[in-house]
C-alpha cells in the first residue's frame, strides 16, 4: 500500500532523514520506533504531505504522491493523527470529530461514520457535547485519532499516540489501534516507547539518526539483543 525509497528531509540546510526507505501492507501494522529527534515524526510528516522531501519517491497504492499536497492525499486515503493531538480545544467533540470528515460530502455516511467511531471510543459518545480541551490526555487522544478516522482512510499515520497520556489510557489506545487495523486499515504508527509499538506490530522500523539501522517483524526486534540493550534497558 505504501512504498517509501530514499527519502531525504532537511529543516534550514541541516539534514533530518536521510535515504529512508520503508513499506506498509495492505492491512497491516507497521511500527517506526526510535528515541527523540531520530527523524520519526519527519518521516511521517513527509508521508502525509506536510513535510517537503528534497529526494526520494512516496508511492501510495502504485501511485507517486510526492508531489501531491497534503490536502489531495487525504481523499486518496492518508489520514494523519499528528503528534500532540491538535483538537480545535474550543470546539465540542462532535464537532472535532465532523471536522475530520471534511473532504466528504455523503452526509448519511458521515453520520455512519460517526456512530462507527462512538462504538469504538464510547466515552466520545457520552461527552459528544463537551468541549474538547476540558478532557483529560488521554479522551483527547481518543478523540483524535477518531477525527483521524472520520475521513474514511486507507492508511492511518499515528505519531506518538501515548504522548502525554497517563499510563492506564496508554492501554486502551493501543488496543483500540489493533482494533482499527483488525478491520482493515492499515497503520503505520510513530512511537518512542519501543516496546508498546513493537508488540502490537506486523513489522517495524529501528530509525536512528534519520537512517533505518533495523527492521524486523514486532517478535524479532523486541527479541533482538541490541535493541534490549540500547532501547529498553534490558
Known amino acids: 500500500m505504501l512504498q517509501v ?13 536521510s535515504k529512508v526507505s520503508l513499506d506498509v501492507g495492505k492491512g497491516k501494522l507497521v511500527a517506526l520506533v526510535g528515541g527523540n529527534g531520530n527523524g520519526k515524526s519527519t518521516t511521517l510528516r513527509a508521508i502525509a504531505g506536510l513535510n517537503a522531501a528534497e529526494q526520494g519517491s512516496i508511492r501510495f497504492n502504485d501511485m507517486e504522491i510526492q508531489n501531491v499536497p497534503a490536502h489531495k492525499r487525504v481523499p486518496m486515503g492518508l489520514s494523519l493523527v499528528p503528534e500532540g493531538r491538535r483538537l480545535f480545544a474550543r470546539l465540542t467533540v462532535q464537532r472535532n470529530l465532523e471536522l475530520g ?3 466528504r460530502s455523503d452526509r448519511a455516511e458521515i453520520e455512519a461514520s460517526l456512530d462507527y467511531i462512538y462504538s469504538l ?29 472520520m475521513s474514511k482512510p486507507k492508511l492511518l499515520l499515528l505519531d506518538e499516540p501515548s504522548w502525554g497520556i497517563a499510563p492506564k489510557f496508554v492501554a486502551k489506545v493501543l488496543e483500540t489501534i489493533q482494533m482499527v487495523n483488525q478491520q482493515g486499515v492499515s497503520v ?21 539518526t534519520g537512517r533505518i539501522v533495523m527492521e ?17 534497558g534490558l
Request: zero cysteines; charged letters at 20%.
Open 188 to 208: 503505520l504508527l510513530v512511537e518512542q516507547s519501543l516496546h508498546k509499538a513493537l508488540a502490537i506490530a506486523d513489522y517495524g522500523y529501528v530509525i536512528q
Open 121 to 149: 471510543f464510547p466515552i466520545l459518545k457520552q461527552r459528544h457535547g463537551q468541549l474538547a480541551g476540558t478532557m483529560s490526555g488521554g479522551e483527547q487522544q481518543m478523540l483524535a485519532i477518531g477525527r483521524g478516522m
Open 5 to 17: 525509497r530514499d527519502l531525504k528531509v532537511s529543516y534550514d540546510g541541516v539534514l533530518a532523514v
Open 101 to 103: 470528515a471534511y473532504t
Open 216 to 232: 524486523g517483524t514486532g517478535e524479532e526486534l523486541l527479541n533482538n539483543e541490541d535493541i534490549r540493550k540500547a532501547y529498553l
